[in-house]
């Protein structure tokens, strides 16, 4: 693979460095631990409408980027739709159905699980990966939580006659036109590339024009903007899974669209263009949502129905919920 372009010394972004304590880890009454974090809220031009922290740094969004990357996939002639172009935006579960769609894009395009080249893994789903151990089956990409984004870039290939073997190379065509695309959308340039965690490229941007994206996405009335937006709004269950707070969302609030990511980042796009993105500095996923859900109170999206599953982050002790995860600052 090419060399990924990265800064030249270690740089600490704004987004970490400058965050403030965003959440409080309570147990039995007593503040345990603290995150800190950034969030933005980002109006249909861009501007920034409510901002904890510095939202100008960058961040690498993770998985929050695959909605960009599948829209980069729509645009070069993939032409899926409905519940495989919103497993193509997926982090999923790797439940059943999940696998059975992943085998269905490559089927799709004349491709095995062999051209895969995602990380082996098992099903991100508790219950998916017990069952998937049980049977005696090893880590297979195909059951990897990226496996329908990896699964729809090879489809994307093979309609632009484009090399399978090196698709996840930064100076492939396919990967050009991500990158394109992710300029774009955001509005801004990358100032890092790196490999994800699933072996595809990764742009670093700043947190409120990953916001800003997502809110144009969301706002999109035609063209391959609506194609993955509806996607999403459709078929939530393949963007992330039967029990995952990001499929509850989006099925809770209407036009809503929304992707969670690595490394605790959350990116929300309203269809009055409105964008949100959250990052919790130390990366702990135990904070992302319930940052999330205090910024959605703060501007008045979302029930308490929706927002309580997205606040659910109990804090255990021998078995029981003895305090939880809280907000704190937004």
């Not at 270690?10 to 974090?37: C, I, K, M």
């Not at 599948?70 to 739709?81: E, I």
């Amino acid at each position: 693979m090419s060399h990924l372009l990265a800064p030249s010394s270690t740089h600490v972004s704004a987004a970490l460095a400058d965050a403030p304590v965003v959440a409080h880890v309570v147990r039995a009454g007593f503040v345990e631990s603290v995150h800190h974090g950034t969030a933005v809220v980002t109006a249909p031009d861009g501007t920034v409408e409510l901002e904890v922290g510095d939202s100008s740094g960058a961040v690498f969004p993770r998985s929050s980027s695959k909605p960009l990357q599948a829209l980069a996939m729509v645009r070069n002639g993939l032409a899926n739709d409905g519940r495989l172009l919103s497993l193509a935006c997926a982090s999923h579960s790797g439940e059943d159905f999940h696998v059975a769609a992943a085998r269905e894009i490559l089927a799709g395009a004349g491709l095995t699980e062999a051209d895969l080249q995602n990380t082996p893994d098992y099903p991100y789903d508790e219950s998916a990966r017990i069952g998937w151990i049980s049977s005696g089956r090893p880590r297979q990409s195909v059951a990897q939580n990226c496996s329908g984004k990896h699964a729809s870039m090879l489809a994307t290939c093979v309609v632009n006659g484009w090399d399978l073997a090196t698709y996840r190379d930064p100076e492939h065509p396919l990967q050009v036109a991500v990158a394109e695309t992710v300029r774009e959308l955001t509005g801004a340039e990358p100032s890092a590339v790196a490999v994800d965690g699933c072996g595809a490229p990764i742009h670093a941007v700043p947190l409120r024009a990953l916001a800003l994206a997502f809110g144009r996405l969301a706002a999109a009335a035609e063209g391959p903007e609506a194609r993955v937006a509806t996607a999403i709004r459709d078929f939530p269950e393949y963007l992330g899974g039967t029990h995952r707070d990001v499929t509850a969302l989006i099925r809770g609030v209407d036009g809503l669209i929304a992707k969670d990511g690595a490394e605790a980042v959350y990116a929300v796009g309203l269809p009055d263009g409105r964008g949100i993105a959250v990052k919790v500095a130390d990366g702990s996923s135990r904070a992302r949502s319930v940052l999330l859900a205090a910024v959605m109170r703060r501007i008045g999206v979302g029930s308490d129905d929706v927002l309580a599953v997205l606040e659910n982050q109990p804090v255990l002790g021998h078995g029981q919920p003895v305090g939880s995860v809280v907000a704190v600052g937004v």
